[in-house]
């Protein structure tokens, strides 16, 4: 955890998630800490090929919140390995997603029942540089009236939340420019035609959901 990381933002992050999640959908976050990368179980630990210890210990935080959020839906002790393309081996019946900023993990889960595939992502409440805004953002983006200062950075991460949740069903790879964000409506659509719904929050960190309705 780097000296900037204070531990009431867990707490706020959790409600603003809670918050901002649709029916069903259970999402928890965790500040990583050091010896993190223990809480992947044996089996997690083989499937992910990291070898950066600040990666492992990402992956651990995130596993951390994910265990806990499988358990509550009746997969206790399941291990969610890392496949080949990166994304996670959900159990049966259930979609989810994790992501990692420097210091906070999430994560988020839903029976397939309700919500097809589900995706997020986390990033700093900071506005997003102009080089790398450049990059994300596309003629087709709608900002709405969403913060000025952040709306760049809300669009990269609703562009990452999105990606992980189509990646599952299309198995295609996605550049920024293969989504198109209405952060207005709180909709994307992606190169394949998948319509994405997306919610977000933007302190104390920014988070995106994605869910692509069953
Ligand atoms: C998925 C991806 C965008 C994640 O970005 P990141 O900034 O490296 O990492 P994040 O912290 O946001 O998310 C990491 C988590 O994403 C998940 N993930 C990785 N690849 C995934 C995929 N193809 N589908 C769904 N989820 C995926 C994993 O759970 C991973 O956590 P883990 O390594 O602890 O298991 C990136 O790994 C990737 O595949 N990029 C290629 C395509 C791309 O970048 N396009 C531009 C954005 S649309």
Request: net charge negative; glycine share 8%; aromatic share 6%.
């Amino acid at each position: 955890m780097t000296p900037s990381a204070d531990p009431s933002e867990e707490t706020a992050l959790a409600r603003a998630m809670a918050a901002m999640a649709p029916a069903g959908v259970r999402t928890g976050c965790r500040l990583i800490h050091e010896g993190d990368e223990a809480h992947l179980l044996p089996a997690e630990a083989g499937s992910i090929p990291a070898r950066q210890p600040a990666m492992r210990r990402a992956s651990g935080a995130a596993r951390w919140i994910a265990h806990r959020l499988l358990a509550d839906v009746g997969f206790d002790g399941f291990a969610l390995l890392r496949t080949p393309s990166g994304a996670p081996a959900w159990p049966e019946g259930i979609t989810g997603s994790l992501a990692h900023d420097d210091d906070m993990a999430v994560a988020a889960v839903a029976p397939v029942a309700g919500i097809g595939s589900l995706g997020i992502d986390v990033e700093p409440t900071l506005p997003l540089p102009d080089d790398i805004f450049s990059l994300v953002a596309i003629p087709a983006d709608r900002i709405g009236a969403a913060d000025r200062q952040l709306a760049g950075r809300i669009l990269f991460a609703a562009k990452e939340a999105v990606y992980k949740a189509a990646y599952p069903l299309d198995r295609e790879v996605l550049g920024y420019e293969d989504i198109a964000v209405d952060l207005e409506t709180g909709h994307a659509t992606t190169r394949m035609r998948r319509k994405v719904s997306i919610a977000y929050c933007i302190a104390p960190r920014v988070v995106v959901l994605a869910f692509i309705a069953e």
